[in-house]
């Protein structure tokens, strides 16, 4: 019952409590464009292109994972 309501509790609180995130985009675009020197914005689109990766690398690790374990449960049989 403890377990069940602890599970409900986390729900919740990533389901509706946000915090607020104040969006930087247009602070990059003033500075990149302000910027003669070339290797600020290349760094940025790099930090950028990591940012969006690193969920899709993690995902899949997991979904790996799970196939891997899957696969020997499978076999044992």
Do not use: H, W
């Given at each position: 019952?403890?377990?069940s309501?602890?599970?409900?509790?986390?729900?919740?609180?990533v389901?509706?409590?946000?915090?607020?995130?104040?969006?930087?985009?247009?602070m990059c675009?003033?500075?990149l464009?302000?910027g003669?020197?070339q290797?600020?914005a290349?760094?940025?689109n790099?930090?950028?292109?990591?940012?969006?990766?690193i969920?899709?690398?993690?995902?899949?690790?997991?979904l790996f994972?799970?196939?891997?374990?899957?696969?020997?449960?499978?076999?044992?049989?």
């Amino acid at each position: 019952m403890i377990n069940s309501r602890r599970k409900l509790l986390v729900i919740f609180l990533v389901l509706f409590v946000s915090l607020n995130a104040e969006g930087q985009c247009a602070m990059c675009r003033a500075v990149l464009e302000s910027g003669e020197d070339q290797s600020t914005a290349e760094g940025i689109n790099n930090g950028i292109i990591y940012l969006m990766a690193i969920p899709y690398v993690l995902i899949g690790g997991i979904l790996f994972y799970i196939y891997k374990t899957y696969s020997k449960k499978t076999k044992a049989n």
